[in-house]
T-cell receptor
Framework: KQEVTQIPAALSVPEGENLVLNCSFT??????LQWFRQDPGKGLTSLLL?????REQTSGRLNASLDKSSGRSTLYIAASQPGDSATYLC????????????FGPGTRLSVLP | EPEVTQTPSHQVTQMGQEVILRCVPI?????FYWYRQILGQKVEFLVS????????KSEIFDDQFSVERPDGSNFTLKIRSTKLEDSAMYFC?????????????????FGPGTRLTVL
């Protein structure tokens, strides 16, 4: 059964810092991996989707990498801003017929002005 | 930009009552999903729906739950007899997808959620 973990559980950094969030999954047979942002009491905003055949995806100040064989993904945030404060979730889709995600517990990020 | 919408934003109900949570997926999407998030816990998959039938469901999605696409735009989740442990945030998601699951159409887009409180 696929398990997803995220380290650290919480992170607090001063504005302007570059930071890395980590996601690990136990079964490398995945179809894709998606990073989301969740603001308190709100829904999930899709940030980046990486297909299993890809190594990385970039969007603005965000870069996500995927190492499927080792079961890891990282989300790199450059020049962090207070508006980046949120919980970041990674989710993997197992490589089977179903298109459901298995989510990690999230990393709660606080960027201090 | 098109988005997934959900109503109501907050539903309070008594234990044993039936509730229907409503979602309007993005219009050209073919795949629809429900997830839930109990306070302080992970987001959990409930069910996926394609071509007017359930394509996969988790062990959480027991006989108390049902989904329906009653018309061309709405997608609903019904809980027949709510329990205290059904209290959670329920998220609807949709994706374009294709039967062959070819990228880049398999990204899922989530709605803002419905907070269900069972008393």
């Amino acid at each position: 059964k696929q398990e997803v973990t995220q380290i650290p559980a919480a992170l607090s950094v001063p504005e302007g810092e570059n930071l890395v969030l980590n996601c690990s999954f136990t079964d490398s047979a995945i179809y894709n991996l998606q990073w989301f942002r969740q603001d308190p009491g709100k829904g999930l905003t899709s940030l980046l989707l990486i297909q299993s055949s890809q190594r990385e995806q970039t969007s603005g100040r965000l870069n996500a990498s995927l190492d499927k064989s080792s079961g890891r993904s990282t989300l790199y945030i450059a020049a962090s801003q207070p508006g980046d404060s949120a919980t970041y979730l990674c989710a993997v889709r197992p490589d089977n017929y179903g298109q459901n995600f298995v989510f990690g517990p999230g990393t709660r990020l606080s960027v201090l002005p | 930009e098109p988005e997934v919408t959900q109503t109501p934003s907050h539903q309070v109900t008594q234990m044993g009552q039936e509730v229907i949570l409503r979602c309007v997926p993005i219009s050209n999407h073919l795949y629809f999903y429900w997830y839930r998030q109990i306070l302080g816990q992970k987001v959990e998959f409930l069910v996926s729906f394609y071509n007017n039938e359930i394509s996969e469901k988790s062990e959480i999605f027991d006989d108390q739950f049902s989904v329906e696409r009653p018309d061309g735009s709405n997608f609903t989740l019904k809980i027949r007899s709510t329990k205290l442990e059904d209290s959670a945030m329920y998220f609807c998601a949709s994706g374009r997808g294709t039967p062959m699951r070819e990228p880049p159409y398999n990204e899922q887009f989530f709605g803002p959620g419905t907070r269900l409180t069972v008393l």
